[in-house]
């Protein structure tokens, strides 16, 4: 695999996420533009804020995949194991200009922060529920997983809500999602999940087109306004994946984290508790600090594109460290490694990404995670971590802040 620039050693991302901390340092110690590589591609990836909005900005970037150097030459393949992030279908997370804009209109609509109102009730609701069940769980006295009893099923329940997802698929759909994501699932079997996903979403498209109901799927399908070109059926099927993936993957990570923060901050939480700091605060601040997204791929040069005394050459493939950059001291100050509630530019974090490809979820993670860590502390006032925090790894994925699990204990002393 060609090598752009033979001076510096790119970066070897690992894998296996075995030293998050000691690698985010790293990206944050080098310079705003670094090579790395990811699974034996090369790349470059953006360590700092303000080149990340210079960048998210810039059209000549492009999230169409077939502009890559490394693609066009083959050295890239469906072999590669990162291909689902970028290979993804037609849909709002891989098309830019004009068309992205009519990809994305009826879910910036749906998931504009006046419409969530009407999901609220049912967020508290499936919150209360699996309140319920870590209740149950805990019952005899052990520590349990609030991963997987209450951060993991929450946001899939969310969205598929919204986007018209039966309950009976949902265990069906979080076991390939984790294949999916898994840098450890053997090749063929990753290309078994991709598949078996696709099929999936095409049957559930085919029982929308037949019988609309009140859901996101169906509107694509159905809601057709004067002037307007409806979606493909590739589209729909390209937009209802990504929704579905990026609307429970991500905010799971966002409700273990912050719970997490807090308890490992007695001092902020109890800040919180009292009243002088809010969820919202150590929300916004769990974002900046230990957010969802490690690394997001990615877009490509479609022109020479100069930063400092670099180029990023035309076909290019360059990554946004979102990690990295919530950690930029030139913005966040010198403490940017610390979890602090009192910062002033926690609000200023970009981890739900910049310009025109903004999570249009955005509003409905804040919302669920300042439903859910709430009301988790609320019922269980004496949560604390079944293991010290520091020991607590992700799983081996390359891309996402993907907690292993989140063993705790609810009861008394
Ligand atoms: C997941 C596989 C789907 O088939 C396509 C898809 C679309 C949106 C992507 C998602 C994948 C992975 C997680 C992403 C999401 C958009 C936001 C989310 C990247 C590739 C983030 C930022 O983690």
Known sequence: MSQQCPHTAALTIDPMVADLAGETRTLCEGPELTKIELLGAPAWTITRHNLARRLLTDPRLVKDHTRWNLWQSGAVTREWPLIGMIDAGRSM????????????????????????GELRPK????????????????????????????????????????????????TMLLESYKKFFSLLTPHDERMRVYAELDDYYTELIKEKTAHPADDLTSDFIHDVAEGETPLTEAEVHGNLKALVAAGHETTVSLIITTTRALLANPDQLAAVRSGDRSWEEAIEETLRWDGPVIHLLMRFATEDITVGDLTIERGDGVVMSYRAIGRDRDLHGEDADTFDLTRPTANRNISFGYGPHICPGAALARLEAAIAVPALFERFPDIRSAMPISELGNLPVLTQNDPAAFPVRLGGA
Request: charged content about 30%.
């Open 123 to 170: 967020i508290e609701q499936f919150t209360a529920e699996l309140l319920g069940d870590l209740a149950e769980a805990a019952a005899g006295g052990d520590a349990v997983d609030l991963k997987q009893i209450f951060a993991y099923p929450l946001p899939m329940r969310v969205i598929s809500e919204l986007m018209g997802v039966p309950r009976s698929d949902h």
């Open 93 to 116: 997370f891989t098309v830019d200009g004009a068309e992205h804009r009519r990809l994305r209109i009826k879910t910036t609509r749906a998931l504009a922060p006046r419409r969530l």
